[in-house]
């Protein structure tokens, strides 16, 4: 049964403020802007911690010794 469906039985049965009820309650307006809000909130967190760990010492410093390995060993 579809949403429209069950608001014209809402509507048959318990007149125009249940269905406008309905209709309220099922909207997904906006919905999407927030999830596109926290999506970017959530992108720009990880770009944020991403940016902290790749310009750290740690890193830079692992990937020369794995490279520096590499180039050294032999075959």
Avoid: C, H
């Amino acid at each position: 049964m579809t949403e429209w469906q069950t608001v014209r039985q809402l509507r048959a049965v318990n007149g125009e403020i249940g269905a406008r009820l309905l209709r309220a309650w099922a909207a997904d307006e906006g919905m999407s802007t927030v999830e596109y809000a926290i999506g970017t909130i959530a992108a720009a967190a990880f770009g944020a911690v991403l940016y902290t760990v790749v310009t750290g010492e740690s890193i830079p410093d692992a990937l020369t010794g794995i490279i520096e390995k590499a180039l050294n060993t032999s075959v």
